[in-house]
């Protein structure tokens, strides 16, 4: 079956660094999400993104955020300055597209910043 | 805009009994609803959804919502609980009216089934 792939699984870094979070959504798929999930409490939504560019974000997805989808395959979500209250699980998800359909996720990236 | 509530933090029920995990919602158009299960550690499962149709929608795992248009709600149901349904589970809206293709979760209810 398949699935949407994520890494790093955990990444620990220091407050201002810039991470990296990467995704492979399921090939067919044609929306991408990213969202989070502090201490394994409500899960929040990030950004949406469809045809090379982001469809919606929220409030949380402030100027140190960026996404990006530069290949065919992967999609990324870039941290540029990380601040201690980064760190949560981030959840990578992807859709069909058609507004009916679920989302799916992937297992997660922890990230710690110390 | 739109909301969900989950009102129950976590909800506990014996093993064989039936399960309720409440969900209500607030949207400005149709509602798109959707119940996700989170094992520890793991990401998001997708159990059900209703978009239109029958009011009552079976999914995985035994699972089933009924979805309430005049409460506003969508609970999610089992006839009989088993120890491995111990999880987080979420409740998710889609509002059709906005035109946005995200998903806006409630807080979860923590579910334990008790041996």
């Known amino acids: 079956e398949p699935e949407v792939t994520q890494t790093p699984s955990h990444q620990v870094t220091q407050m201002g660094q810039e991470v990296i979070l990467r995704c492979v959504p399921i090939?067919?798929?044609?929306?991408f999400y990213w969202y989070r999930q502090i201490l394994g409490q409500k899960v929040e939504f990030l950004v949406s993104?469809?045809?090379?560019?982001?469809?919606?974000k929220s409030e949380i997805f402030d100027d140190q955020f960026s996404v990006e989808r530069p290949d065919g395959s992967n999609f990324t979500l870039k941290i540029r300055s990380t601040k201690l209250e980064d760190s949560a699980m981030y959840f990578c998800?992807?859709?069909?597209?058609?507004?009916?359909?679920?989302?799916?996720f992937g297992e997660g990236s922890r990230l710690t910043v110390l | 805009a739109q909301s969900v509530a989950q009102p129950e933090d976590q909800v506990n029920v014996a093993e064989g009994n039936p399960l309720t995990v409440k969900c209500t919602y607030s949207?400005?158009?149709?509602?798109?609803l959707f119940w996700y299960v989170q094992y520890p550690n793991r990401g998001l499962q997708f159990l059900l959804k209703?978009?239109?149709?029958?009011?009552l929608v079976k999914g995985s795992y035994g699972f089933e919502a009924e979805f309430n248009k005049s409460q506003t709600s969508f609970h999610l149901k089992k006839p009989s609980a088993l120890v491995s349904d111990s999880a987080l589970y979420f409740c998710?809206?889609?509002?059709?009216?906005?035109?946005?293709?995200?998903?806006?979760f409630g807080t979860g209810t923590r579910l334990t089934v008790i041996p």
């Open positions: 998710a809206v889609r509002d059709t009216q906005t035109g946005a293709n995200n998903l806006f």
């Open positions: 209703y978009i239109t149709g029958d009011n």
């Open positions: 993104f469809y045809n090379n560019e982001i469809s919606e």
């Open positions: 998800a992807s859709s069909e597209g058609i507004n009916t359909g679920e989302l799916f």
């Open positions: 949207v400005s158009g149709n509602p798109y």
């Open positions: 090939s067919n798929h044609l929306y």
